[in-house]
């Protein structure tokens, strides 16, 4: 089992900055490839960034690219997402997600197979 408890949301301006954490227990992450997801209201879950076990590899939504980073520190755990010139459309309830059958990044929702309760994020215009 991997209990994944989210942090960091909250409410900010257009183009402000938000870092959120994701700090794991249960298991340590550093077998698992991890990736951050987003559900804006009344839309289905997105995919929005994910990292190899090692940090090597990364992916990011089309949509975040230039804005975001994701990172991880497998010493403590923790994978963080950094947010930059956020903008409205970024609002909604962030996710984080861990692989535990992979070592390699997916962008794909199923491929995870624990989550986090997660954490909204509100960006006003």
């Known amino acids: 089992q991997v209990q994944l408890v989210e942090s960091g949301g909250g409410l900010v301006q257009a183009g402000g900055s938000l870092r959120l954490s994701c700090a794991a227990s249960?298991?340590?992450?550093?077998?698992?490839?991890m990736g951050w997801f987003r559900q804006a209201p009344g839309k289905e879950r997105a995919f929005v960034a994910s990292?190899?076990?090692?940090?090597?590899?990364?992916y990011y939504a089309d949509s975040v690219k230039g804005r975001f980073t994701i990172s991880r520190d497998n010493t403590k755990n923790t994978v963080y997402l950094q947010m930059n010139s956020l903008e409205a459309e970024d609002t909604g309830v962030y996710y984080c997600?861990?692989?535990?059958?992979?070592?390699?990044?997916?962008?794909?929702?199923?491929?995870?197979?624990?989550w986090g309760q997660g954490t909204q994020v509100t960006v006003s215009s």
């Open positions: 997600a861990a692989d535990t059958t992979s070592s390699w990044p997916s962008v794909t929702y199923g491929s995870y197979d624990y």
């Open positions: 249960g298991r340590t992450l550093g077998s698992y490839a």
């Open positions: 990292i190899s076990v090692s940090g090597g590899r990364k």
